[in-house]
């Protein structure tokens, strides 16, 4: 079984910082993309970053100089750098990954979601 745990999330002011952190575990055989997705109140979810096996990334145009993804390979572990944050940020933030496992093959694997709220 594979799971993906996110960490990180919290309580921010405006203009502060937050790192969030995505591990994989399980019987994982190889990984290829891995991302942030977000779901604001009342909005749909939607792709924040993503970043590819070989570290190609796609920022949305919203976060674009603002959040940096990046990956440790050895590690499983995907990462969303955060800054400049604003009250729009606001969300419940998913990691998402396109994850071999020894058992089942190629799957779009989801975390439970972490809590990011931007507010004074």
């Known amino acids: 079984q594979v799971q993906l745990v996110e960490s990180g999330g919290g309580l921010v002011q405006p203009g502060g910082s937050l790192r969030l952190s995505c591990v994989a575990s399980?019987?994982?055989?190889?990984?290829?993309?891995m991302g942030w997705y977000r779901q604001g109140p009342g909005k749909q979810r939607e792709l924040v970053a993503a970043?590819?096996?070989?570290?190609?990334?796609n920022y949305a145009d919203s976060v674009k100089g603002q959040f940096t993804i990046s990956r440790d390979n050895a590690k499983n572990t995907v990462n969303l750098q955060m800054n400049s944050l604003k009250p729009e940020d606001t969300a419940l933030y998913y990691c998402?990954?396109?994850?071999?496992?020894?058992?089942?093959?190629?799957?779009?694997?989801w975390g439970q979601g972490t809590q990011v709220t931007v507010s004074s």
């Open positions: 998402n990954a396109d994850i071999q496992s020894l058992s089942y093959g190629w799957h779009d694997y």
């Open positions: 399980g019987s994982i055989f190889r990984i290829n993309a």
């Open positions: 970043i590819t096996s070989g570290d190609r990334t």
